[in-house]
Every structure is written in C-alpha cells, then in structure tokens.
C-alpha cells in the first residue's frame, strides 16, 4: 500500500503476544517508509516489536455501503495503528509457518510469471491472496459477473475435493483387503473431506472455505450416519453447522449466495440427467442458467447491479478456471513450470472477458429498492426456476418487476432534497430536486489508486437512483475537494461543470462543456433556485490568491423560501467580501467552511446566515483538528445544531421538513464506534490525528 505523498508500506493483520498496556489481541497496522525510500521488509510469521500509534476502527458510513466496521468486528481487529518507530525483529519466520511457505510461493510465483495481472489471478486462486488482483481487474470481473471465480471460493474447494475423493475411491477398490477393511466410498468421502481441509488452510483459511468444509463435513457426517434427509433438511442442517463455527458468517453476502446457489441447484433438479456427453453439456449449460437466473435478485440485493455478459462470460469462465487454471495454479507449488501453462489459462479468459466487459450494456445498474419490492424479487427469482408449470413459473416475473424497476423516492417539485455524503477529510454534498441533481465537489483521493468518487460516491448515487448528474460543482482545486472528481466523471454521464479550476488542469481536459463558477449565476430546476455566490469575476484576474479563496459558494433555495448554503474552503476575509455583496444570504442549513477551521466560520457570517444547523464534513480524529473548538464554542453560543460525519455519517436533509437524518444513527450496531457528538449540546474534545488510514 501507499500511504500520503506516496510513502510505500505494508498494511497487515498483527496479532499482539504481550505490550505495556492492555490493547486488543487482533488489530490491522501500517508500517511506511520514507516517501522515495523502502518500507521494512515484513515477512508472514516473524514476530516483531514497536511502538504504535492506535485508535478503534471507525469507517465511513452511507446508505447502502460496505459496512467495514462490521468486517473488522467479524475478523476480530479490534484496533487500527500505524508503526511510529522502535521496530525491532525479534524472531525470523518458522520454517513450519504455513503463512511463510505461503508467503515464499507467491513471491517465487512473482518471479516466475511476469505479467502482474496473471500473477495476480494465480496467486488468488492457489494461495487465496486475494489483494493480488489490482483494482481494474476486480472492476472487469464483477462487471462481467465472474467475480466468485476469481477468488477461492466454495466452488474451487468442492471441486477439490471431489476430484480427491474420485481419485481415492479408484485406487481403494483396487485392493480387495482394503474394501473388506472399510468401504472405498465412505474412505473417498472423508478423504475429499480431508483435500478441501487441506486446500482451506493451504489458501489462507478464508471464510468462503471455512464455510464450504463445514458444509461438508455436514453432509459426510450425514451421509455416513445413514440419514437420508431431504435435500432442503440437509442444506439446513450444514447452514446451522456453518452458523454455530462461525456466527457472524449471516452477516456476509457470500453466505447466502453460496447456500442460495445449492439450494437452487437442488430444488429445481440440476445434475439429475444421465446420459452421454451431450446430456451431460446439457445439464451443464442447464444448471448454469439456474444459478445465473435464481441468483440475480440476490445479486441485485447485495450489489445493485446485474452482469448481462454474465452467462456468456461463465460459460468460458467456469469450466477454464475450474477444470484447468486453479489446478495447474495449485500444481505449479510443486512443478513451478505448470505456473506458464496457468498463465495462458490466463491471457485466454482475460482476452474474452475484456471482450465483453467494453461492450456498452455489459452492466446493469439499479437503485435501491424498497424491502417490500426485494422480498418480492426474491420469491420471484425462485418460481422461474422451480420445476412447475410453466403458468406459476410465469408469475415469477411479474413478481420481479418491483425489484427490476424500483422507484427511488424524490422531492417533489418545488423542494430540494441535500444529502451530505461520508467522504472523510474532504467535501462531497448531493443535491437532488424532482428530476435533477447536482453533485458539489467530489471528496479526496485516498491513495495512488483509490479515491473518494470510486469508492464513496458513484456507488452511493447508483445507489440512491442517480444514474446521470445534470451539474458538478468542483468550488477549488484542493485534493480534498476534486480527489474523487475524475472516477465520477469517468462513471457517470455529467451534463455540466462547473468549477474555478485554473486553464489547463488535468480535470477540464476530461468534461465538457466546462463553466467557471461565479457570483451572479443561477438558474432554477423543478422549481428550486440555484446561485452562485461567490467567487466574483474579478478574482479570476488576481495572481498569488490561495486556492480556498477561489472557493466557489452555492445557495440552494426552495419554491417555500428554504435554503441551503454550500461554501467549499472561504475563509473570513472570503466570507467578509460575500458579505459585503450579499448582505443577507439566509439559510437553514450550512455547510461549514472549509471543515469547521480555526480561520473560517466568523460570527458575522453565522449571524448573517442564522442557519438551524451546520454541517462539518472531516475525517474522524483528523490531523488537522477539524472542527476546531472555538468554532465549536461560537457555534454553541448562538444556539445552532452541529454535526459531523465522524459522529453522524451521511446527513440527509430535506427542505421544509423540521429535522435531518443521520446514517450512523439510522444503522447504529453494537459493533460501531460512537463518537462523541459535536453538536450544541454535547461538544465534545476533538484530537488531532497524525496519519490517515492508507
């Protein structure tokens, strides 16, 4: 990983043995080197000593998005730290460290492949590394819907072991002894059991294979025990099994996809046909085809999107990465020459998966529907592959339409709806009238290769049913502000931009057409009046001004009179001037500038003003001290309502309507931290931070 200004790292899972205070045994650190220089070399198995600088985990939180806090509660990392100094090795990896050997393989398997992007896909496949694989590549693979090959998953570890217990079943009734000893299939069923134990923990003992063996091991022990249980009473009883192992695995997509997959599979009668090859291609092309259509709706429950290429793309991909690269990748550990033939596996499916992921509809994207319309979806998705007449089977796609074609809800015309999103340090604000919708900046970049649009924002407006934006407002050129721009703009169809970006910045060469952002523009949409504040033309003209006074300022006013104002990074000589050119720019909402600094937020802009609330956009426990307390304590002196994204999450807000809502509030968990509330009532001490999560 990379951490700020380019400083190269490690982020890894540590498990603490002792330290001089009592601290969490499971915790996710970082370690850099200095920007140009090297990292320490750290190596899976040793053990080391440090001084580290700790915090609870907190993740940012919007509607509909990953729930990382949840992930580190399930992998027990309580804590998250980056290494500030007095690193000392104190013991070398084990030989007998199954990390280390695993370790030693990917770094000969690096050395042996040179295409990265192969390497990747065979280190995921052999060893479960899944991070191998870089950002585009997980991009294509969950666009063209192969996603769940490319990572050891229940399918490598069942095929596994059913290719063991084949070859074991062989040889065991070739001895007559042997057979009268213990029957050859009872010996191959545990034996297969044994290769997907085996192949679990030579794959890094992910959760998708723990949940598989489990799974197993169930239907073995049923199976041995003589219990001929219905297909739906078996597959329940291996899903209590998984579920008393390991509780929190409800909680994760991938296990009810997995058990929804066999479950299909089972109900509707796939691998029942005999017959030859044909019937047997058949059967193939048949159980495919179930999997794809009776998974969809959960698919759409989880990710929001529906690969259209996706059955074309697995008919090529299953039986190629199945039957041919994990094997050969598997193999490669004890013949590395195998690893050259895996990797023309390789080029072969990536050829014919880029083929399909640039075709324009490749991908289908859908808002978030309702509970009512997912239940819906599902039972839907059921009947069209249940073996019943074709009349009941019917009704199933009556009963997808709600899920297939949701209606996200709107303001009506003459309101606005604003949704401040969870960026982190930086600022992104989604407004959005009856049939329109603005997106004002576009949060920070994280890392060389990640960045608050593609992680944050396109997935939050697919989500929220905005699939274009009629206007981006970029209000200046600070990366905490314009990070995130460039993902957007590649994902999503923009109509206009607007910005105070000087000539020839790299993002003005990606968007057309292009406006600066000016006092005096406006223009109404469904009845709300946009206008810009600020900055004046004359600014444009100035030379040494700093980036935060070119901040563009937005207010937002409805048919009824009630407005929000947006004001990037002005600061109060910034602020004095708007008020000096707009003496009275009342709003019940602020977004406060430039994140709540020391130098922004004036008495005399918030008595203008007199907003209900404000809204302070900042990372959790941020370097900069954002907000800062004397703005807090002017806040408070004038009674108005704050709150920020580390305690609050996204905040939605709708004109007219007396209150707002806050993300972390409307899905608070036992797992999620609680920060102290900077609002009027409870203001709370804010520390700085030193380093930002890489």
């Not at 205070?21 to 990292?39: D, N, Q, T």
């Not at 070398?92 to 770094?107: A, K, M």
């Not at 100035?542 to 006013?557: I, K």
Request: proline share 7%.
């Amino acid at each position: 990983t990379q951490g700020q200004g380019g400083a190269p790292g490690w982020r890894f899972a540590f498990e603490l043995e002792a330290s001089e205070v009592p601290l969490p045994r499971g915790m996710m650190l970082s370690v850099f080197g200095e920007p140009g220089g090297a990292a320490a070399a750290l190596r899976a198995g040793e053990r080391w000593q440090w001084v580290v600088r700790l915090k609870r985990p907190h993740a940012l939180m919007n509607p509909h998005a990953f729930d990382y806090e949840l992930w580190m509660f399930e992998q027990d990392l309580r804590a998250t730290g980056v290494v500030r100094g007095g690193m000392r090795r104190l013991t070398p990896s084990p030989w007998w460290s199954l990390d280390g050997w695993r370790q030693r393989l990917r770094e000969a398997l690096n050395r042996r492949i040179v295409d990265t992007g192969s390497a990747g896909v065979l280190a995921a496949l052999s060893l479960g590394d899944q991070n191998a694989i870089g950002k585009a590549d997980w991009v294509l693979f969950r666009n063209v819907g192969v996603a769940h090959l490319l990572a050891v998953s229940g399918t490598h570890v069942t095929m596994f072991a059913w290719a063991a217990q084949f070859l074991v079943g062989r040889l065991w009734r070739r001895s007559a002894k042997l057979c009268l000893w213990c029957p050859a299939p009872l010996v191959a069923l545990w034996c297969g059991v044994a290769a997907a134990l085996a192949y679990a923990l030579f794959s890094g003992w992910g959760v998708p294979s723990q949940r598989t063996l489990w799974m197993l091991a169930t239907l073995a022990l049923l199976r041995t025990l003589g219990l001929r249980w219905p297909w739906a009473m078996s597959l329940l009883a291996a899903g209590v099994v998984v579920t008393v192992v390991d509780p929190w695995a409800i909680a994760q997509a991938g296990f009810w996809l997995s058990f929804a997959a066999v479950g299909l599979l089972m109900a509707s009668g796939a691998g029942t046909t005999e017959g030859g090859w044909r019937a047997a291609l058949r059967e193939g092309l048949r159980s495919q085809w179930v999997a794809t259509l009776g998974l969809a709706p959960l698919s759409l429950l989880f990710f929001q999107q529906i690969s259209v290429v996706g059955l074309a793309a697995n008919l090529l991909a299953i039986p190629l990465v199945t039957f041919v690269v994990a094997p050969l990748a598997l193999l490669g550990a004890l013949a590395p020459p195998l690893w050259l033939l895996a990797e023309w596996g390789v080029r072969l499916l990536m050829a014919w998966l880029r083929l399909l992921g640039a075709m324009p509809w490749a991908v289908w994207h859908l808002p978030v529907a309702p509970g009512w319309a997912q239940g819906s979806g599902l039972a839907g998705g059921l009947l069209l592959v249940l073996p019943l007449p074709w009349r009941l089977r019917l009704c199933g796609l009556a009963m997808l339409v709600p899920l297939l074609w949701p209606a996200p809800p709107r303001p009506g015309a003459g309101g606005f709806e604003l949704l401040a999103a969870d960026v982190g340090q930086g600022t992104a604000v989604l407004v959005r009238t009856a049939g329109h919708a603005l997106l004002f900046d576009a949060g920070p970049q994280f890392g060389p290769e990640s960045d608050a649009g593609e992680r944050v924002l396109v997935p939050l407006l697919r989500a929220e049913g905005t699939m274009r934006l009629d206007a981006l407002v970029l209000s200046h050129r600070d990366m905490d502000h314009v990070g995130g721009a460039a993902s957007v703009l590649r994902s999503l169809p923009v109509a206009r931009l607007l910005s105070s970006l000087e000539d020839g910045h790299p993002l003005l060469s990606t968007a057309e057409p292009h406006e600066r952002c000016m006092d005096g523009q406006r223009w109404w949409w469904d009845g709300v009046e946009f206008e810009m504040l600020a900055p004046p033309a004359s600014q444009y003209a100035q030379a040494g001004l700093r980036s935060n006074a070119m901040s563009c300022v937005l207010r937002v006013v409805d048919a009824a009179g009630h407005a929000a104002l947006l004001t990037g990074d002005i600061e109060s000589p910034q602020e004095a001037a708007l008020l000096a050119r707009h003496p009275a720019p009342q709003a019940e909402l602020l977004m406060a500038p430039h994140h709540g600094s020391r130098t922004s937020s004036s008495e005399a802009l918030l008595r203008a003003v007199a907003p209900r609330l404000v809204v302070v956009q900042a990372g959790y426990r941020n370097r900069f001290g954002h907000p800062a307390l004397p703005v807090l304590a002017r806040y408070q002196a004038l009674g108005i309502a704050v709150r920020s994204s580390p305690a609050c999450g996204a905040l939605r807000w709708r004109s007219g309507e007396p209150g707002w809502t806050c993300q972390r509030e409307l899905a608070r968990r036992y797992w999620h931290g609680q920060p102290q509330v900077e609002d009027g009532a409870a203001m709370g001490p804010v520390q700085p931070e030193d380093e930002a999560p890489p």
